[in-house]
């Protein structure tokens, strides 16, 4: 078994009801970073004990509406996604570059699709359209919503066929009605193996604190190798980075240094890894097993990072040939990540670029480190968040 990420973006929009080794241009990946820091810290409020996210699929979808977009509506959605720096034209060059790149990745499967669903009647706008296929890899096909199981049924069999069948029945045909006009869906899909494999053999059950008073029994791995890693004695958070075999891609934990240092940690993603210097130290690291699914609505968390417009009254004009009335009614996102001894088969991650990283004479006795609490994890490529989340309970 290897590991593998997968995001899975659902976007409806519907008439009114009653309501990387790319190189990125200098601070890029650092924007997008924050960002991605920003939506963690507002799906912290309502989210389940455990949580997997991706703000790469979300940020992706968002670019290209907001290409599409005119006026307010453009303007919120850029801002929250801290592209207002940039022109439209370096916002397609950056996403066509990273797609032409991640199709090459070598030791490395990672595939991202974009199909727009359009009612029967209705159009893309040409401009749009060609800006939509050349880059953002996206697909345009006409449904009919009047007939929403046999919608529903296709949305699902495309999804699960981009997501190498791990995300099945997206949707319900109670998700449509005759008022839907569109329907955005976005994969992504990640699988890597890690560069240094942990020992299937070392694999034990042990010891997992929930919390100060619940502890369970985990199927605990064991690695010893020389690794990234460093310390935030302010917080009191250990940073672990494990690569997999194509080297810009890795593995990144969070470890508070005990529970009363969870909330700051979660809440403090930014300072902790802005400046860091990680070091390479040989250490024998205790990592659990695990896999995680969410289901999020994403429309709360971007309402309170400034995007309101899309959801009301959006000006689309550059996008859909539509009568007014059309708006945003859901986002919805379902991410799947596993991580095992061999590698990850997930969805996104979290980081921020401008570590620092220095060499370090490896020490003959390994410094050990036990994920046997609370703690946050992202995958990252090229410094970019591609996913993240968190696990508070087994």
Not at 7 to 19: D, P, Q
Not at 111 to 136: N, Q, R
Not at 285 to 302: A, G, Q, W, Y
Not at 317 to 331: D, L, R
Request: net charge negative; glycine share 4%; proline share 5%.
């Amino acid at each position: 078994m290897k590991s593998v990420c997968l995001f899975l973006l659902l976007v409806t929009f519907a008439f009114g009801k009653n309501v990387h080794p790319y190189v990125a241009p200098d601070g890029e990946a650092e924007r997008f970073n924050e960002f991605n820091v920003e939506l963690f810290e507002h799906l912290l409020k309502d989210s389940k004990p455990n949580m997997v996210y991706s703000a790469f699929s979300l940020h992706k979808v968002l670019a290209m509406i907001s290409l599409g977009a005119k006026g307010e509506t453009a303007v919120e959605i850029k801002k929250a996604l801290r592209l207002d720096d940039g022109t439209d034209q370096e916002i397609k060059d950056g996403y066509k570059a990273f797609s032409d790149e991640i199709k090459e990745a070598k030791h490395l499967t990672m595939e991202t699709a974009i199909k727009a669903y359009v009612a029967e009647g209705l159009s893309i706008v040409p401009e749009m359209e060609k800006i939509a296929t050349h880059y953002f890899d996206s697909g345009v096909e006409h449904v009919n919503f009047n007939k929403p199981e046999e919608t529903a049924a296709k949305i699902n069999t495309w999804v699960e066929k981009e997501t190498h069948h791990k995300i099945k029945n997206l949707i319900d045909k109670d998700n449509i009605d005759p008022l839907t006009r569109f329907i955005l869906a976005n994969t992504f899909y990640f699988k890597g193996d890690f560069k240094h494999p942990f020992d299937v053999l070392a694999t034990k059950k042990d010891d997992f604190h929930n919390s100060k008073t619940e502890t369970v029994k985990v199927d605990m791995m064991k690695l010893k190798a020389s690794v990234l890693t460093a310390v935030d004695s302010n917080i009191g958070v250990r940073i672990v980075s494990l690569p997999y075999r194509n080297k810009a891609a890795e593995l990144v934990i969070l470890l508070p240094d005990d529970f009363d240092k969870t909330d700051a940690m979660e809440h403090s993603i930014t300072k902790i890894w802005k400046g860091k210097n990680l070091t390479q130290e040989y250490i024998e690291v205790h990592l659990p097993k695990f896999r995680v699914e969410s289901s999020l609505d994403m429309i709360p968390p971007l309402k309170e990072m400034g995007v309101s417009k899309l959801f009301s009254r959006p000006d689309l004009s550059g996008m859909i040939n539509a009568p007014p009335g059309i708006f945003v009614e859901t986002i919805k996102q379902k991410t799947f990540v596993d991580v095992n001894e061999f590698g990850t088969e997930a969805a996104a991650a979290t980081s921020v670029e401008g570590v620092i990283r220095s060499e370090h004479i490896p020490r003959e006795t390994p410094l050990v480190i036990k994920v046997n609490r609370p703690f946050v994890f992202g995958i990252l490529y090229d410094g970019v968040c591609l996913m993240a989340g968190k696990i508070h309970k087994f």
